[in-house]
C-alpha cells in the first residue's frame, strides 16, 4: 500500500464518499424494492396453483442461478441512453428469487386451520390477504428483502465494468485503475458498512414485527 | 478455454467449501456442546452473511493478494456461516444430552463425534453445505472481474469481444454446476434422513 496515500486520504473530499454511498444506497433500495414487488404476486401464484415441485417452480429457482453479471453483460453494452434503466433492470432480476423463495415457502407454511376458519368465518379473498396472509408472511418477506439488498450492494460492485457507475463502484474501481488502492479500500468498506447497516435495521423491524404477532394476535 | 475456466470456477468453489467445512465442522461442534459460546458464535455466522461478497472481495484485493485468493477468502467466509449453522440447528437441542451420554459410556470426543454427533446433524450440515455450494458457485463468479478464474472471466471477455455467445456459455454452465450441486446434494441428504429414520 502506498503510505504517501494515507495523507492524501483525508483530503478526499468528504461529499464524493457521501454522494457516492447515497447513489450507491438509492440503487440497491431501488432494486431490491422492484424484485419485491415483482416477486410478490409471483409467491402468491406459485402458492396457489403449484404443487412444491412442479416445474414452474424448479424454473423460478434456477433462475436465481443466473448470477447479476451475466444480466449486465447482456442488457447493458450498447446501451448508452438508457443505462441506468438496464443497470437497474439486471439488479433487479437477481433479487427476484431470493425473495421469492422466502416467501413463497412462507405461503407453504400457512396454518391450513386458519385459513379454513376465516373461509368459513366468510372473509373474502382481499381480506384474508391483508390481513392474514401478508401479515403472516411479513417477517420471511423482510428476511428475503435483507437477502436482496446484500446481494444488489455487491454486484452493483461490477456495474462499471459496464460504463454505469451510480456510487461506491465507481469509486472503487477508478480508484484500482488509478492505483490507489487506500480510496479503493474506503470504498468496499464503505460499502460493507452501509450493507451491515441496513441489514441490522430489517432485523431489527423483522424482530419487531415478529413480536407484534404474539403481543396483538396474528391479524393487524 | 471454456473447460480452464469451468475447472478454474469448480477449484475455487470446491476449495472455499471444503476449507469452510474443515473450519465450520468443529466450530459447529463445540458450539453446540457449550450454551455460552452458542449464541455469539450464531450472531457472528449471521453478520457474516450480512456482507456482500463481492465487496469482501474487493477489500481483499486492495491488498497485497492475488484475485483467486481474495475470493477463496470471501467465498470460505461466506460459505462458514452455512456449515457452522448447519451443525448448530443439526444437533439444536440434543446436543448437551448426547455429550453426556457419550461421556457416561467412556466414548473419547473424537469417537464420539464420528460415531454419533456429526450422523445425527449430518442432514442439516448437508443442507448449509448445498446453500454453501450453490451461492459460492453464483458468487465465485466476482473472481473474473478482478483477474482472477473461473466463469467470470468469459463473461468479462464476452464484453470485451462483444461476443454475447461467450456470456450465454458461461452461463449455462454456473446454472449447470448450481443445479447438479442441487441435485446432488439433495439427494445425499434424503439419504442422511433416511439413514437416521430407517
Known amino acids: 500500500m502506498n503510505v504517501g496515500e494515507l495523507f492524501t486520504l483525508p483530503f478526499t473530499p468528504v461529499n464524493s464518499y457521501a454522494a457516492a454511498c447515497g447513489g450507491t444506497l438509492l440503487f440497491a433500495l431501488g432494486a431490491s424494492l422492484l424484485g419485491l414487488i415483482a416477486s410478490l404476486p409471483l409467491s402468491f401464484l406459485s402458492a396457489r396453483f403449484m404443487r412444491n415441485s412442479s416445474v414452474l417452480t424448479r424454473v423460478i429457482t434456477a433462475f436465481g442461478f443466473i448470477p447479476v453479471p451475466a444480466w449486465m453483460a447482456l442488457l447493458l453494452p450498447g446501451q448508452e441512453r438508457w443505462a441506468g434503466f438496464f443497470a437497474l433492470l439486471s439488479l433487479t432480476l437477481g433479487t427476484i428469487s431470493p425473495i421469492w423463495k422466502k416467501s413463497y415457502a412462507a405461503l407453504n407454511d400457512l396454518p391450513a386451520p386458519l385459513m379454513e376458519t376465516a373461509s368459513a368465518c366468510g372473509m373474502s379473498r382481499g381480506a384474508r390477504l391483508c390481513r392474514l396472509e401478508l401479515p403472516i408472511i411479513a417477517p420471511a418477506l423482510l428476511a428475503g428483502f435483507r437477502r436482496a439488498i446484500v446481494m444488489s450492494l455487491g454486484w452493483s460492485l461490477f456495474l462499471p465494468v459496464f460504463g454505469y457507475a451510480p456510487g461506491l463502484d465507481g469509486l472503487l474501481f477508478a480508484a484500482l485503475k488509478a492505483h490507489r488502492p487506500m480510496i479503493a479500500f474506503t470504498a468496499a468498506a464503505l460499502l460493507l458498512v452501509l450493507s451491515v447497516l441496513l441489514c441490522a435495521l430489517i432485523a431489527l423491524w423483522r424482530r419487531k414485527l415478529e413480536k407484534s404477532h404474539w403481543r396483538g394476535g396474528l391479524a393487524w | ?198
Do not use: C
Open chain 2, 1 to 198: 478455454m471454456v473447460i480452464r475456466a469451468i475447472l478454474g470456477h469448480l477449484a475455487l468453489v470446491g476449495i472455499s467449501v471444503g476449507l469452510a467445512l474443515l473450519i465450520g465442522l468443529p466450530l459447529g461442534l463445540v458450539a453446540s456442546f457449550k450454551p455460552s459460546l452458542k449464541r455469539p458464535l450464531l450472531y457472528i455466522m449471521t453478520f457474516l452473511q450480512w456482507l456482500p461478497i463481492p465487496g469482501v472481495i474487493a477489500l481483499f484485493f486492495v491488498l497485497p493478494v492475488s484475485a483467486n485468493f481474495a475470493t477463496l477468502l470471501a467465498l470460505t467466509i461466506f460459505s462458514l456461516g452455512f456449515v457452522a449453522r448447519g451443525i448448530t440447528e443439526g444437533l439444536n437441542d440434543i446436543g448437551n444430552r448426547l455429550q453426556e451420554m457419550s461421556e457416561a459410556v467412556g466414548m473419547t470426543s473424537g469417537k464420539a463425534a464420528r460415531i454419533i454427533w456429526i450422523p445425527i446433524a449430518l442432514p442439516s450440515l448437508l443442507d448449509g453445505l448445498r446453500r454453501a455450494f450453490i451461492s459460492s458457485t453464483v458468487a465465485a463468479v466476482s473472481a473474473g472481474f478482478f483477474g482472477g478464474a473461473g466463469l467470470g472471466k468469459l463473461i468479462v471477455q464476452g464484453v470485451s469481444t462483444s461476443s454475447p455467445m461467450l456470456i450465454w456459455e458461461s452461463i449455462v454452465w454456473v446454472v449447470l454446476i448450481a443445479i447438479a450441486a442441487y441435485a446432488g446434494l439433495s439427494v445425499a441428504k434424503r439419504q442422511a434422513v433416511a439413514d437416521i429414520n430407517p
